[in-house]
């Protein structure tokens, strides 16, 4: 897509007008603010979404979980490795298709559901964001990953 010359010239070429650092930055700041509650769970951001997802649908394929978060599986693997070691879940191939690898969550895996039911309403109070502006802005990102994902 071409860009005239007006749009060019309009364009911000500030760091604080640049949209993409604004995300950036922010997605920064949101991963400091989870961290001290997902220390005390033993758990990365990353491994943090891999868990809400298996939460929500345990004995998953390896390549649905990838695509929900948005991993591959170079980045998927040793991630789920980790979380493996830890006890909190199992691998293993498929019965129909080898090649195929499910996640099934272990009782520790499930049971740690419980200590981290808290951490989206404490994020939310370290933001200061209402119910009604933290439903907006995601809408907000959302679309905006849609729309860019679509390109």
Same mark, same amino acid.
């Given at each position: 897509?071409?860009?005239?010359?007006k749009?060019?010239q309009?364009?911000?070429?500030?760091?604080?007008?640049?949209l993409?650092f604004?995300?950036?930055?922010?997605s920064?700041?949101?991963?400091?603010?989870h961290?001290?509650m997902?220390d005390?769970?033993?758990?990365?951001y990353s491994?943090?979404l891999?868990?809400?997802v298996?939460?929500? +649908?345990? %004995?998953?394929?390896?390549?649905? @979980?990838?695509?929900? =978060?948005?991993l591959d599986?170079? #980045? /998927?693997?040793p991630?789920l490795?980790?979380?493996e070691t830890?006890?909190?879940?199992?691998?293993?191939r498929?019965?129909a298709?080898e090649?195929?690898v499910?996640?099934?969550?272990?009782s520790?895996?499930v049971n740690l559901?419980r200590?981290?039911?808290?951490?989206?309403?404490?994020?939310q109070?370290?933001?200061? +964001?209402s %119910?009604a502006a933290?439903?907006? @802005?995601?809408t907000? =990102?959302?679309?905006?990953?849609? #729309? /860019?994902?679509?390109?």
């Open positions: 897509m071409a860009v005239s010359k749009a060019a309009k364009s911000p070429v500030r760091l604080e007008e640049q993409g604004a995300l950036y930055s922010a920064l700041a949101m991963t400091k603010a961290k001290p997902l005390r769970l033993g758990l990365t491994q943090y891999a868990m809400v298996l939460w929500e +649908q345990d %004995d998953i394929a390896v390549n649905q @979980l990838g695509a929900r =978060l948005g599986s170079g #980045t /998927l693997t991630l490795k980790r979380l830890m006890g909190l879940l199992t691998r293993r498929g019965e298709d090649r195929q499910f996640i099934d969550l272990t520790r895996g559901r200590e981290a039911r808290q951490v989206p309403a404490q994020v109070a370290i933001t200061g +964001q %119910d933290q439903k907006t @802005l995601r907000l =990102l959302l679309q905006l990953r849609d #729309t /860019l994902n679509e390109t």
